[in-house]
């Protein structure tokens, strides 16, 4: 492969599924459970994988042995978004939106735990409207992507992501309560 290939570039219309385990705080200014795409504070259980389409993703969801139910309470399956690129957000009685995150497109993380010295300013009302899961809402969000860029130029070329969780199938979600694995400690 020649050296000026930029390989694979993410255009922004992509889904991203995959199991995360939730980020608990201990800060008493934070919500008690965060829930994020970054893997630094909701690490992947079950990997991070593209989908085109909500078919997709929910072919992804039924692929046997790629997401093993989550562990109740402790990890949930997440999907997100470019919520700029898009060409409209999904919309699926299985989708919650969680709310609204920060990141480039190659999903290092901004949120509000990952990066609280940024978040200063004019930034710093807007950190203070956090939602329950330590995110933001759309338009937040959107005003906190323009005050980074004026305040970090040339390092905040962020995007806003919109955050879902997939809620059971009803048909499998006894099933997937009964057979989730116990991973307490892992």
């Not at 990997?47 to 093993?68: H, I, K, Q």
């Amino acid at each position: 492969m020649p050296d000026d290939d930029p390989g694979w570039v993410p255009n922004g219309h992509e889904l991203w599924v995959g199991t995360r385990a939730t980020g608990p705080t201990d800060d008493p200014g934070r919500p008690r459970e965060v829930r994020t795409m970054d893997q630094s504070v909701n690490p992947p259980v079950a990997g991070d994988y593209m989908a085109g389409s909500l078919d997709e993703v929910w072919e992804l969801l039924d692929w046997p042995g790629m997401f093993p139910p989550p562990a109740h309470g402790r990890e949930y399956r997440l999907l997100y978004v470019d919520a700029l690129a898009a060409a409209g957000l999904p919309d699926h009685p299985r989708l919650r939106r969680l709310g609204y995150d920060l990141s480039n497109h190659d999903h290092p993380g901004c949120s509000l735990l990952q990066e609280p010295g940024m978040w200063v300013g004019e930034l710093a009302a807007v950190a203070a409207r956090a939602g329950k899961y330590g995110l933001l809402e759309y338009e937040d969000a959107v005003r906190a992507r323009t005050l980074f860029q004026k305040a970090w130029p040339g390092i905040a070329g962020f995007t806003v992501w919109a955050l879902y969780e997939i809620l059971p199938d009803v048909g499998t979600a006894a099933a997937e309560l009964d057979t989730a694995p116990d991973r307490e400690g892992t």
